[in-house]
């Protein structure tokens, strides 16, 4: 069926034209003819955020015509125009007119609210106060054209660990509720409001103890069906049942598929009777109540006989109430943690089911599909982490995930053909805004980081697509003379944090039965390396500062709108201020534990050194507080955003005051480098790959199998007959089944070195908090002036970031 639509402006508006350019003045009633009895839901909710992005922008309204439109300006919905791609879109402007069309409903509503992005409303219009300017008047040129399809069919977000963030926010102060960790219909309708605007359509609500569960809440379903979101759960929760907290509520006797067969199975057919009407993206498979294990079966080869029954007996139900085609229904299998091995033991999926792969809750892809998994009609999928809780430690507090590690990881799982269904656990959404944006623009157009008419052997990620993304974000948001001082603060804030974030600072760690990693130690750093980074917080803390100062001005001149001031601070200044001070707090608490080492600036007495630095600790503390209460409390949006940020999610010992101890072990001492180097800095014959912003430098490589890269050092440092060679790795994951490399020392015999570890190793978390797989040799030296080192990749997805020596 085609549909017809039109925006258009008023007839004495057109006759008032001088060219035929679309033009809306402000003030000026703007018309839209559009059949909408037959439109769905989402796009008609488009239309609503448009009426009230135009309202704020220009001043004027909208009015919508149901009337029949004469074929001289004929806009369709017509999914044959866009080769039958889902969920695309069109605006073209001629003789005046603006043309929005559509695939279907879901393309109409990303082209009806592509119209608000070029009116200049930020998709963080609601969630980051990021007030739009008005403007006395709107235009597109005569023939503009804007051609837009998604590079990934399901693309969304999950909200998980909200118990300190979105839920005590949600149910005390947006929408206040009597209701136990209620987050309800209002809540939900600016989250899917925000998807739409970042072209988004599937959500995974929030599902720990603490809250009540989405299809638990009156209105949630309906909002969902408002906005055209389709609803998933995540790898503990199948059938669109939040079983965490639904079991207790709504289920019999133990969640235990071997022993309580007919149980489970009604708690699992209750819930697909009462959604089949909408749109659900089905997890299938099983685990635990919550994150753990399936109850029942102990071996993998017990759980894989079980899950066998279990997604017979689920795919029976979805055909009995969504649609007798079963392979019609969207349905996902994750094989996360345990479940991974029980599918590498042999379990079936069927062919129709999309495979959602994970990472390992730090940014690192576990598995990249086969050949055989990428030709599997379901396709390939992607559960992505940019916030965790659990081991080796949580990273709940501040949005400080590295933008090029999530533009590496996820470019490489697009390439490895993990195309079909992305979503990303946000957290509480804040202070995440960057990452989501980021992770969604990805997934919606990746033509611009992979040209698509190039042979896939050639294809090659465009190097500058990262910077150009942020830099277009942070002037989008506060023009371009500030972003310019912006964006090199924020890739200097996520570097030093990519070499340890805040929530790892304090080298303690989660989860762990030895006690002593509930206690604040040392990091392994030199007091010259602690100095530096002190030194490299305070240059982006005083240069926030000095923003903030710029962005004073400028709303002053009324060159932005005043809620800009309280964007500038969600987005940017408690980010930057409160990562620095936590750095302050435990670097500073470092030092004073080795007063009697310390040459520093107070000098009267170790006990006086260490007085001083205590002061400074417990000033970055105090400070972290009064940073987290001006967010909370907000300057201009009368404390919207109040229990959104808590700087001690879990309360755990990173987020205390630092006691006041006394070291029993030195500091740790700088190795004598003959010379470190970046990956950069290597010499190739073959083209190389630079990951501009990834790595401890924000110069690591992307080394293919068979590779050869080679480094020189100068000789006359070398001062015995053997040298320790150290290569410093992103700590990625096999894209086959090993990580390995050859390494050689002026052309000697190389020596081989592996990357890989195993499931949640000692060696794994080490990698993990510190952002590098370390391998060291030591070798034998020759008196030479120049040095070669050698390296050769093996295996795929080796990813180079230094090479020290010593």
Not at 445 to 457: A, L, Q, S, W
Not at 468 to 480: D, I, L, P, Q, V
Request: proline share 5%; net charge neutral; with cysteine.
């Amino acid at each position: 069926m085609t549909y017809k639509y039109i925006i258009t402006q008023s007839l004495a508006m057109l006759m008032s034209l001088a060219s035929n350019a679309f033009e809306v003045k402000s003030g000026q009633m703007v018309v839209v003819s559009a059949d909408t009895a037959r439109m769905e839901p989402v796009a008609k909710t488009a239309l609503k955020m448009l009426k009230g992005d135009i309202r704020k922008v220009l001043g004027s309204e909208m009015k919508l015509v149901n009337t029949s439109v004469n074929s001289s300006i004929i806009l369709q919905r017509d999914a044959a125009a866009f080769a039958y791609k889902k969920e695309a879109f069109l605006l073209k402007s001629a003789n005046g007119y603006l043309y929005i069309k559509g695939s279907d409903d879901h393309g109409l509503a990303y082209g009806i609210l592509e119209v608000s992005r070029l009116l200049g409303v930020s998709p963080w219009e609601w969630w980051a106060d990021a007030e739009p300017k008005q403007l006395k008047a709107f235009s597109l040129k005569e023939g503009y054209h804007n051609e837009q399809a998604p590079s990934v069919e399901y693309r969304g977000i999950f909200i998980n660990d909200e118990d300190w963030g979105l839920m005590p926010w949600s149910g005390k102060t947006y929408e206040p509720s009597d209701i136990p960790g209620h987050i309800g219909p209002k809540t939900n309708a600016r989250i899917f409001e925000l998807l739409l605007r970042l072209r988004a359509n599937t959500y995974w609500p929030a599902m720990h103890e603490c809250t009540r569960p989405f299809f638990l809440t009156e209105g949630n379903r309906e909002v969902a069906q408002q906005y055209g979101i389709y609803i998933g759960g995540s790898h503990c929760e199948p059938m669109a049942s939040s079983t965490a907290g639904e079991w207790k509520m709504r289920g019999v006797g133990e969640y235990d598929f071997l022993n309580n067969r007919e149980n489970v199975l009604q708690f699992w057919e209750d819930r697909v009777k009462e959604v089949a009407g909408q749109p659900i993206l089905y997890t299938i498979g099983m685990r635990g109540v919550h994150d753990g294990a399936m109850q029942g079966a102990k071996t993998t080869e017990e759980q894989k006989t079980v899950l066998d029954s279990v997604l017979k007996a689920q795919r029976e139900l979805l055909g009995k109430y969504v649609n007798k085609d079963v392979a019609q229904v969207p349905q996902l299998f994750v094989p996360y943690k345990e479940v991974l091995d029980v599918y590498h033991a042999g379990l079936q999926v069927p062919d129709d089911v999309c495979l959602v792969w994970c990472d390992d809750n730090y940014g690192m892809v576990r598995h990249f599909p086969t050949a055989v998994e990428r030709a599997r009609k379901g396709g390939n999928g992607i559960y992505y982490h940019v916030s965790y809780w659990g081991r080796p430690h949580d990273y709940l507090w501040l949005g400080t995930f590295s933008p090029a590690l999530l533009y590496q990881q996820m470019s490489e799982a697009w390439h490895k053909g993990i195309q079909k269904f992305w979503i990303l656990n946000v957290g509480d959404i804040k202070p995440a805004e960057y990452q989501i944006e980021l992770f969604l623009d990805m997934a919606w157009n990746m033509n611009r980081i992979y040209p698509g008419d190039t042979p896939e052997k050639e294809l090659q990620p465009n190097n500058e697509w990262l910077a150009e993304h942020e830099r277009n974000f942070w002037t989008r948001e506060f023009g371009k003379k500030l972003a310019a001082e912006m964006l090199p603060v924020m890739q200097e804030s996520y570097r030093l944090a990519y070499i340890r974030k805040p929530e790892f600072m304090a080298n303690t760690r989660c989860e762990e039965r030895n006690p002593k990693y509930k206690v604040i130690t040392d990091l392994p750093w030199s007091e010259a390396y602690i100095r530096a980074r002190l030194a490299d917080y305070k240059s982006i803390s005083d240069k926030a500062e000095k923003i903030g100062g710029m962005l004073d001005k400028a709303i002053a001149k009324g060159e932005l709108p005043k809620e800009r001031k309280d964007e500038f601070y969600q987005l940017f200044k408690y980010p930057v201020q409160a990562a620095a001070q936590m750095n302050n707090k435990l670097l500073y608490g470092q030092l004073a534990r080795h007063g009697k080492e310390i040459s520093g600036e107070f000098r009267s007495s170790s006990r006086d050194i260490s007085a001083e630095y205590w002061k400074k600790s417990e000033a970055a503390y105090d400070s972290i507080v009064s940073l987290t209460k001006v967010y909370n409390e907000g300057y201009y949006n009368q404390g919207k955003w109040n229990r959104m940020m808590d700087f001690q999610p879990r309360r755990l010992p990173v987020f205390n005051r630092v006691p006041h101890t006394v070291a029993t072990q030195p500091l740790a001492k700088d190795p004598e480098y003959i010379a470190c180097l970046s990956a950069n800095d290597c010499i190739s014959a073959s083209p190389l790959y630079l990951w501009k912003g990834l790595g401890y430098e924000g110069k690591a490589i992307s080394i293919v199998r068979n590779q050869e890269i080679g480094f020189v050092f100068d000789g006359k440092k070398v001062k015995g007959d053997s040298i320790t060679i150290q290569v410093r790795w992103v700590p990625t994951h096999p894209m086959d089944n090993k990580l390995r490399f050859f390494l050689s020392l002026d052309g000697e015999n190389p020596v081989e070195g592996e990357v890989q570890t195993s499931g949640r190793s000692e060696q794994w978390k080490v990698n993990t908090l510190q952002c590098q797989a370390r391998v060291s040799f030591t070798l034998p030296v020759a008196r030479m002036k120049k040095h070669r080192i050698l390296i050769k990749a093996l295996d795929e997805g080796l990813v180079l970031d230094q090479v020290c020596v010593y």
